[in-house]
């Protein structure tokens, strides 16, 4: 029998679980266990748990359990991520861990992993450490050799990314530009010759003067995708040329969040 890591028997046609199992019997097994057997094989340490970006349906059962089972659960807003606890009837302790305090936390949260203790971090939305706090309280565990387990989920970068139509095998995410036109057209301006699609993040005060800056910088003819509220209820998106996706946001009032993608200067649509 000819055997490949799905457990496919391609000689016979056949397709079996049978070689899986005895190479990887965690690995395909685990994919079978009830919700009571995952919640006890939880190690104690930190958990960096993503949570929707928008749509509720998008949280994931693996997500759910660590978060019913920690200890101690590290968010931004303790008021955001109460309603998503309620929503999912989780009960937590919660402790505030913001950019302002993230550094002081960190300590705080790295001796209760020590200590072992199950400890879950997430942001208001999204994944956590991707233009949100964070970093600096993996950065510690690190340092200190504490055991960091990623829970992945929703992204609003890579959804956007998977949903835009402009080239995705490669990607430079640059998070939210600067607040001023200044430093936007200088950050811009660098990175107008990037040979691959660059990712922002945008508010709705800001997207109209982001777009206007990428126009004069990367050129009315750069091919952009800028996507609103997404995986929401009023989802939007525009693709084309940057000159034409301006234009269509101009010409109403933006509202919501915006993801904001360039492609390089040589991809056409």
Not at 116 to 142: E, I, M, N
Not at 259 to 264: D, E, K, T
Request: aromatic content about 8%; hydrophobic content about 40%; some cysteine.
């Amino acid at each position: 029998m000819t055997a490949n890591c799905h457990g496919l028997d391609l000689e016979n046609g056949k397709a079996t679980l049978s070689w899986a199992r005895k190479r990887a019997p965690r690995a395909v097994e685990g994919t079978l266990q009830s919700d009571e057997v995952r919640q006890c094989n939880l190690a104690p340490g930190l958990y960096v748990v993503a949570t929707p970006i928008g749509n509720l349906g998008d949280f994931s059962q693996r997500a759910i359990d660590v978060l019913r089972r920690c200890d101690l659960l590290a968010c931004e807003d303790t008021r955001v991520t109460g309603k998503l606890l309620k929503h999912f009837s989780i009960g937590a302790k919660l402790i505030s861990c913001r950019e302002e305090n993230e550094l002081e936390m960190a300590t705080v949260i790295c001796d209760a992993v020590a200590s072992g203790k199950l400890v879950a971090l997430v942001c208001d939305a999204g994944t956590p450490l991707v233009s949100d706090p964070g970093f600096r309280v993996v950065r510690q565990c690190r340092r200190r050799g504490l055991p960091v387990f990623p829970i992945p989920g929703p992204s609003a970068a890579i959804a956007a990314l998977s949903a835009s139509g402009l080239p995705s095998n490669s990607f430079l995410f640059l998070g939210f530009p600067p607040n001023k036109s200044t430093g936007r057209r200088q950050l811009f301006s660098r990175h107008k010759s990037f040979p691959a699609t660059i990712i922002f993040y945008e508010s709705c005060h800001r997207i109209r003067q982001s777009l206007s800056d990428a126009l004069e910088e990367f050129g009315e003819n750069r091919y952009c995708a800028v996507g609103r509220e997404i995986t929401k209820l009023h989802e939007s998106w525009h693709v084309g040329k940057l000159c034409e996706v301006y234009c269509a946001i101009s010409s109403r009032k933006p509202l919501g969040e915006y993801v904001l993608l360039i492609a390089a200067d040589d991809f056409t649509l």
